[in-house]
């Protein structure tokens, strides 16, 4: 039995995912944004243990990464947390940053340097990182014309490059990142192909299987496959340089 932490998990893949895990015989503890999305996640899962915390507030987020290390140590934490491409205008956080980047790459980068290290870390991405933005020129869209669908996927790219980042920084975690597919959640909307029971599988796969296919590390998977992901995410140099944004926006280092 392994014991699992899933960011972003009051509904759709990550409560989808708990589940699962949970039917497997699996230990999970979950995460809600607010103590009333606490309260309801733990009425649909049956899970005792919810972390409470809004990703998008950095304040709130280092609370997020105590009250999990307090629950842990974990075998495996999926960082599964993000807003969505629909937004039609910038929205700026209380920390004065766009909230897309502050959710879905901040956040996660936050929660891997501050709660204890996993065997295994899996990173939620998306096959339209491979439409994402490969430079940090603007990241925080205050000098383009906004536009969500391109805001979602450079972060989804910067999830890639962060997965293949800590892989290369900690050999001894295995950390991969995953297109989970276009799956009919309250995220992908109505009119998605994917069923949840597809979205969730291979995380679920790279959390807790023996097999030798998901005992890697610093790859990038869709449908329980291993794929090619975008090329400048394995560059070390754009890697090291997320990193080190993140670090000057937060006042956290990763830890070698």
Same mark, same amino acid.
């Given at each position: 039995m392994a014991r699992i932490f899933i960011t972003g998990s009051a509904d759709g893949l990550g409560l989808g995912l708990g589940r699962r895990l949970l039917d497997d015989g699996h %230990?999970?503890? &979950?995460?809600?944004?607010?103590?009333?999305? +606490?309260?309801?996640? @733990?009425?649909?899962?049956?899970v005792e243990q919810v972390v409470v915390g809004d990703l998008?507030?950095?304040?709130?987020?280092?609370?997020?990464?105590?009250?999990?290390?307090?629950?842990?140590?974990?075998d495996a934490i999926v960082h599964n947390a993000g807003i969505g491409y629909t937004a039609r205008r910038r929205e700026e956080t209380a920390d004065g940053l766009e909230k897309h980047f502050a959710v879905n790459v901040l956040a996660p980068y936050l929660l891997t340097a501050?709660?204890?290290?996993?065997?295994?870390?899996?990173?939620?991405?998306?096959?339209m990182h491979h439409g994402g933005r490969t430079?940090?020129?603007?990241p925080q869209w205050t000098s383009r014309r906004w536009n969500g669908s391109a805001?979602?996927? %450079?972060?989804? &790219?910067?999830?890639?490059?962060?997965?293949? +980042?800590?892989?290369? @920084?900690w050999p001894g975690v295995r950390a991969n990142a995953v297109d989970p597919g276009w799956i009919a959640t309250r995220m992908g909307g109505a009119g998605a192909p994917g069923k949840l029971d597809e979205g969730t599988r291979t995380q679920a796969w790279l959390a807790v299987s023996d097999d030798p296919a998901a005992t890697v590390t610093?790859?990038?998977?869709?449908?329980?496959?291993?794929?090619?992901?975008?090329?400048?995410?394995t560059r070390a140099e754009l890697q090291d340089e997320l990193l080190d944004y993140c670090a000057r926006l937060s006042g956290t280092l990763l830890p070698e």
């Open positions: %230990d999970v503890v &979950l995460h809600a944004r607010n103590e009333q999305r +606490a309260t309801d996640t @733990r009425a649909a899962s049956g998008a507030n950095i304040a709130e987020t280092l609370d997020v990464a105590t009250q999990a290390g307090r629950a842990g140590p974990f501050l709660i204890p290290r996993p065997d295994r870390l899996i990173y939620l991405s998306s096959g430079t940090l020129d603007d805001a979602y996927s %450079d972060t989804k &790219l910067w999830d890639v490059v962060l997965a293949l +980042a800590v892989a290369r @920084r610093g790859r990038y998977f869709s449908n329980m496959r291993e794929e090619r992901p975008a090329a400048a995410t």
